[in-house]
């Protein structure tokens, strides 16, 4: 009977190993989620041969969710959508915007985590498709491997994605450091590949999400007709989320437990109306220095339920002197985080109609949104230029 070689059984092995010791075996899959009672716990039989397959694929996404989690939060400070209510000087520096080279935090809880999602995905794709699909003793599982290649191949595109968006220039194991935009063309071409593979074995939302990675880095690389018509092709109603666990640490939503002090953590991201003097008086939503975040988002988002301003004695941040507001829409360690959805991609398309002055279609796109919001119509052409229209349609988009 046919076996996996030595270096592949050595690389699969690699990838269930790290999936079980970082929790990421005991992580939901991007569709149903895996609850066992020790996650933490792989019997013989499912680190060799067969049996290694499905942790593999659950360790993949789970990798992979850990680097979305941590990507969402420190984006999520760096634009003062949220504010740091702890005390690491590594996490100061995101917040103000005064990054250094040497950035512990950035560097351990975001890019070595994206490079480890990177890494698996590579390696499931590399030894999936090493598989002889014709040995019977895979019969049973031709349906997960086939699930493994099209995940290694859509996390493989967006963790280079987030790299190209991130970081000026980034490296692959041995290989050279690429200045963005390589690492962006890199991505596409990857998540190209992601849509072929998932639309031949008929998993249709991971082609959406490859589509909406896509249409993503055609607008990074200023390929604008490209992103327009990558974008109008995600499905209607198409939503791709991250999913996690309350199992284990590692598998917990961070977003929630470091906003809400639960899941083993402390509090130390919080949301905030800019009348913390420790952040510069800089407003939610809007920064004194750069156009980041959402006009006038602190009150809006009250208002529908998604900021509770007055959380009680119980929740303190570690910074004492930062007032702690919760954000409710990850109010358990299970919540979802979104990765790609049609309303993304709709906002792609108004903003490439923004840039060839098609008001019209940008009008359309987004007031039937912003009606849904229950906020006033826009019309882009009505404001002063090229600039304050990008800075609203980034705004909905955020929203």
């Not at 092995?13 to 970082?22: D, E």
Request: aromatic content about 10%.
């Amino acid at each position: 009977m046919r076996t996996f070689s030595r270096l592949i059984m050595k690389r699969l092995l690699i990838v269930a190993l790290f999936g079980a010791t970082a929790g990421a075996a005991g992580a939901c899959g991007f569709r149903d989620p895996l609850r066992v009672e020790d996650p933490g716990t792989l019997s013989d039989d499912e680190l060799t041969g067969v049996g290694a397959i499905p942790a593999t694929v659950n360790g993949l996404r789970g990798g992979f969710h850990e680097a979305w989690d941590d990507y969402a939060r420190y984006a999520c400070m760096f634009t003062d959508e949220c504010i740091l209510a702890g005390t690491f000087p590594s996490r100061v520096e995101v917040e103000n915007r005064r990054i250094l080279a040497n950035n512990v935090s950035l560097a351990g809880e975001v890019y070595e985590d994206i490079h480890t999602a990177r890494f698996q995905a590579d390696d499931v794709v590399e030894a999936f498709s090493a598989i002889d699909r014709n040995d019977p003793q895979f019969e049973t599982v031709l349906d997960v491997i086939d699930e493994g290649i099209v995940s290694g191949y859509l996390i493989g595109g967006y963790t280079r994605l987030m790299l190209s968006e991130l970081y000026c220039e980034s490296a692959i194991d041995a290989g050279p450091y690429l200045f963005s935009d390589a690492r962006m063309a890199e991505a596409l071409g990857i998540l190209e590949q992601a849509e072929q593979e998932a639309n031949a074995v008929g998993l249709v939302d991971f082609a959406d999400a490859a589509i909406v990675g896509q249409a993503r880095a055609h607008l990074w690389l200023e390929q604008d007709t490209e992103a327009a018509t990558d974008a109008a092709r995600v499905s209607s109603g198409f939503e791709f989320f991250a999913t996690y666990s309350e199992n284990t640490n590692p598998t917990y939503n961070e977003v929630h437990g470091l906003s809400w002090g639960r899941g083993g953590n402390l509090i130390r991201w919080t949301v905030g109306d800019g009348t913390a003097a420790e952040r510069n008086n800089e407003r939610f939503g809007l920064t004194s220095t750069m156009q980041f975040g959402i006009d006038d988002a602190y009150g809006q988002w009250v208002s529908v339920g998604l900021i509770d301003p007055n959380p009680g004695p119980n929740f303190v941040a570690t910074n004492s002197a930062i007032p702690v507001s919760l954000q409710l829409l990850y109010e358990t360690g299970f919540s979802p985080i979104l990765i790609a959805s049609k309303a993304e991609a709709d906002f792609i398309e108004a903003e490439v109609a923004i840039r060839g002055s098609d008001f019209t279609t940008a009008n359309n796109i987004a007031n039937a949104y912003r009606t849904a919001w229950g906020l006033p119509a826009i019309d882009y052409a009505a404001l002063a230029d090229l600039n304050t229209r990008l800075v609203q349609v980034a705004q909905d988009r955020n929203r």
